[in-house]
């Protein structure tokens, strides 16, 4: 069975950092391009990074660039989201999504993790 | 930043009847377009991608249609089940962008 399951939120005050976790299983995972997208409390969507493959295409939103940084570990088949400088706003649950196509860095995303909530609060 | 726009915010419909819902693209995206069912205290799900193609498993009532900047995604019978919030995103372009959402709840 193909899964993502994400690790590592919590609750962290503004100016501390955080590492999110996100395990693969059931599929090639150094075949796709992998994502991390957010949702903050009874909001919609955002997309917050992406990595390629072979980490050799990164990108990130305007609202976490400087801030986080996306690695992955395909001998791990794992993706990680280091978050550094965190405010009020990052607070959301986090997911993990997997790139439809091969190889290609951006695309639908069709399989998602449940999520780790991240609370940034004094 | 290319800019998603979903309209209706809400749409009130009744079992068994058509649903349209629109996202509209700041910019054209070609037919780099998906769009994601989710439920409460679930995951978004991807119903289509390519503008067009449905996803693994998703019911022939979904259909996906459109490109460069207007698309539409068109439930053709709703069914219980399909009541739930509707996410478009665009993935032509550097960030990823997702449209702010439509709300089908039952009428």
């Known amino acids: 069975e193909v899964q993502l399951e994400e690790s590592g939120g919590g609750l962290v005050q503004p100016g501390r950092s955080l590492r999110l976790s996100c395990a693969a299983s059931g599929f090639t995972f150094d075949d796709y391009a992998m994502h991390w997208v957010r949702q903050a409390p009874g909001k919609g969507l955002e997309w917050v990074s992406g990595?390629?493959?072979?980490?050799?295409?990164?990108g990130y939103a305007d609202s976490v660039r400087g801030r986080f940084t996306i690695s992955r570990d395909n001998a791990k088949t794992s993706l990680y989201l280091q978050m550094n400088s965190l405010r009020a706003e990052d607070t959301a649950l986090y997911y993990c999504a997997k790139v439809l196509p091969m190889i290609l860095v951006s695309g639908a995303f069709d399989i998602w993790g449940q999520g780790t909530m991240v609370t940034v609060s004094s | 930043e290319i800019v998603m726009t979903q309209s209706p915010a809400t749409l009130s419909v009744s079992p068994g009847e058509r649903a349209t819902l629109s996202c509209r693209a700041s910019?054209?995206?070609?037919?780099?377009l998906a769009w994601y069912q989710q439920k409460p205290g679930q995951a978004p799900r991807l119903l289509s991608y390519?503008?067009?193609t449905r996803a693994t498993g998703i019911p022939a009532r979904f259909s996906g249609s459109g490109s460069g900047t207007e698309f539409t995604l068109t439930i053709s019978s709703l069914q219980s089940e399909d009541f739930a919030v509707y996410y478009c995103?665009?993935?032509?372009?550097?960030?990823?962008?997702f449209g702010g959402g439509t709300k089908v709840e039952i009428k």
């Open positions: 390519g503008a067009y």
């Open positions: 990595i390629s493959w072979n980490s050799g295409n990164i």
């Open positions: 910019q054209s995206v070609s037919s780099n």
């Open positions: 995103q665009q993935y032509n372009n550097w960030p990823l962008t």
